[in-house]
């Protein structure tokens, strides 16, 4: 998973790991390259600079013990499910675009015409079948359903299969830093950030090993090649997105005309 600050982030260090040839999830602060950025409500628009700084202090916090820690598989939500018309997934993009505009995101958010679609993308993570993003119930934090594609892609969704290894890899470094690492300012959720990648070296380190399995699967011309597709967060929370929710028709001029009504124009 790639994820997005709301106020947590595992599957970031996964992701970072998995794109320098280690394991699968990333994380990024304003919605840069790495995946996640500070918000509070995942039906509008998630500020980058959300949360303050302190002035430049730097921010640090610890794993916390994960030796009881025991991963739960959640099978995904299907691949294709046309919730959505590729109009609609570009403009409810913008609650992780920081340069969207904010009244054109709250528009488009609020629209009833985008109600499915909204819910198609963006999952709680305590979802049974989560989606392409899942939303923290607790910190805030959006996260790219990356063990989730990985699953659907290669068409193996048990608990002993990859994507399941993914997932699990993620959880335990959550488990490890959620409640050491506060994720309201922006060195704060540096800090969680720091915290999952040695949390993932350490106490996790056997999930993280298990996880590796998503090399070859994520490598060109591997089963889930297409799960990594993009630059940076936005890009691959779309591609995800497309995956997981397009192929929708427009069915009313209502949701047509407020996906063209709601670009990103503030990008």
């Known amino acids: 998973m790639l994820k ?32 996640t950025t500070p918000a509070s409500d995942a039906s509008t628009k998630k500020d980058g600079t959300t949360g303050t700084s302190d002035g430049g202090t730097t921010e640090t916090c610890s794993p916390g013990d994960v030796a009881s820690f025991k991963p739960t598989w959640k099978v995904p939500a299907a691949f ?16 992780i675009d920081d340069n969207a505009d904010q009244a054109t995101c709250d528009k488009a958010s609020k629209d009833a015409a985008n109600k499915d679609c909204l819910a198609c993308i963006y999952t709680p993570s305590s979802a049974k079948n989560p989606g392409p993003l899942m939303v923290s119930t607790s910190g805030g934090v959006i996260s790219l359903n990356i063990a989730g594609c990985i699953a659907n892609s290669e068409g ?64 060109a011309g591997g089963a889930a090649e297409k799960c990594l597709e993009g630059t940076g967060f936005l890009e691959r929370a779309t591609n995800l997105a497309t995956l ?6 427009a069915t009313t001029d209502g949701g047509t005309d407020a996906a063209k009504d709601s670009p990103t124009e503030g990008g």
Do not use: H, R, Y
């Open 80 to 95: 294709g499910t046309k919730k959505c018309t590729d109009l609609q997934i570009e403009a409810l993009m913008c609650a």
């Open 4 to 35: 997005m600050s709301l106020g947590l982030a595992s599957s970031a260090a996964l992701l970072m790991m998995l794109a320098n040839g280690c394991s699968s999830s990333e994380t990024a602060v304003g919605g840069g390259d790495s995946g």
């Open 156 to 219: 193996k969704t048990t608990a002993a299969d990859c994507g399941a290894k993914v997932q699990a890899a993620d959880q335990c470094a959550d488990e490890a830093c959620e409640a050491n690492c506060p994720t309201d300012t922006t060195e704060g959720f540096k800090a969680f950030q720091a915290c999952t990648e040695a949390a993932l070296s350490g106490g996790c380190e056997s999930f993280s090993t298990d996880a590796a399995c998503a090399e070859d699967l994520t490598k």
């Open 244 to 249: 997981f929710c397009g192929g929708g028709t």
